[in-house]
């Protein structure tokens, strides 16, 4: 355990005394919090492994889940990647600084457990004025995952990384909320055509202006614990609460009354159960012996992704023993930032979706439950 230093620091004038001392930390091979526009990240010197070494020991993270590689500009792009391929230079000059990574080539410098021994590289340009200072102030490339512990909801706020890593990393850069709130877009550039491995703040439509071929697949790119994955964020499990949680399908509206049998049954076992609903639905249930937590307005996408990851921790710490949630609208999720609520969603419940009028209902949440309950021992 480390004593956890605590910067707070103005989001877009940050103290140039709290950089410094950041920016020196990471030199020194410790590990730092700060503030992007995405969420926030744990970062570490890029070009050391055993600095690396630590953001997996800190956060508990598999090795086999590769971490993204953040500069301070476009130009930098060479000290990290190799044999670039010709959209780079356009997508960087269109999307970057922003919620764009780029999985490139690896250059020799760079730690090979940054991409779990692959030979690819996961690369973005960060917008937040409080990440462009501290690379800046560094001169170094920054490996930086999400500041929780491996398989949370991602940290939004400096108060989400200190409840999940305080006594676990050396410095936080307190600069407030994060303004996105969800991770960077994923795109895979080794592969032809290129991939959308991570749907996130970059929307497919705006990619294929400069990748017509771009591969977006229909379902959420999953792969096991097992394997090296080209990109974070695509293991089944991922951006999950402690509560067991469940999809409910099914248009909002068509179920009231099958979802309240069902939360009323649960009630009758004994099983406290929280609600993660858009605000238009929250009347609905209120006659319910349950928590309610909003995911905000059902039109308003950027607002439940701003949201989403506190939402979900809120709806943790309630004492229930299951999150029914419902997920985005598919009209509401093409191709934009509901598409990386969709797949946020998805992930947090580990794909697991019921329909209120299955007869199997029940016993699939009983099923979770159990299941969850036997996990913790």
């Known amino acids: 355990m480390v004593a956890t230093q605590v ?64 500069l301070a500009s476009a130009a930098q792009i060479t000290q990290v990647a190799t044999a670039l391929p010709p959209e780079v230079a356009a997508l960087a000059a269109r999307f970057w600084p922003g919620p764009l990574t780029l999985v490139l080539r690896r250059g020799p410098h760079v730690a090979p457990n940054v991409s779990a021994g692959r030979e690819s590289v996961a690369v973005r340009v960060p917008a937040h004025p409080v990440a462009h200072a501290l690379l800046l102030a560094c001169g170094l490339p920054i490996a930086a995952p999400s500041a929780n512990l491996f398989s949370r909801p991602s940290p939004t706020t400096a108060r989400h990384v200190l409840d999940d890593l305080a006594g676990r990393v050396d410095l936080v850069l307190d600069g407030g909320a994060t303004t996105i709130g969800l991770e960077s877009t994923v795109v895979d550039l080794t592969q032809t055509p290129p991939v959308l491995l991570r749907p996130g703040g970059v929307g497919v439509a705006a990619l294929r202006t400069l990748l017509p071929d771009l591969r977006a697949p229909s379902t959420p790119v999953v792969v096991t614990d097992t394997e090296a994955a080209s990109s974070p964020g695509t293991l089944l499990k991922h951006y999950a609460p402690r509560t067991p949680m469940i999809l409910l399908h099914g248009a909002a509206g068509d179920d009231d009354q099958l979802v309240h049998m069902l939360v009323r049954t649960l009630y009758t076992r004994g099983l406290r159960v929280g609600l993660l609903l858009p605000d238009e639905e929250i009347a609905h249930y209120a006659d319910l012996r349950a928590e309610l937590v909003s995911l905000g307005p059902a039109q308003d996408m950027a607002a439940i992704g701003r949201f989403l990851f506190a939402r979900l921790r809120e709806a943790d710490s309630l004492g229930v023993d299951v999150i029914l949630a419902r997920p985005v609208a598919e009209q509401a999720a093409e191709g934009g930032i509901g598409l990386a609520i969709r797949d946020r969603l998805f992930r947090a419940a580990e794909g697991c979706a019921i329909d209120a009028a299955d007869p199997a209902a029940l016993e699939i949440v009983l099923r979770v439950v159990r299941r969850r309950r036997i996990e913790r021992g």
């Open 7 to 70: 910067y707070q620091v103005d989001p877009y004038q940050p103290d140039p005394a709290a950089i410094t001392a950041a920016a020196q930390a990471l030199a020194a091979g410790r590990l730092v919090a700060f503030p992007t526009e995405t969420v926030y990240g744990l970062g570490a010197n890029a070009l050391d492994p055993a600095a690396v070494a630590r953001i997996f020991a800190a956060k508990q993270r598999h090795f086999t889940d590769p971490l993204i590689v953040h």
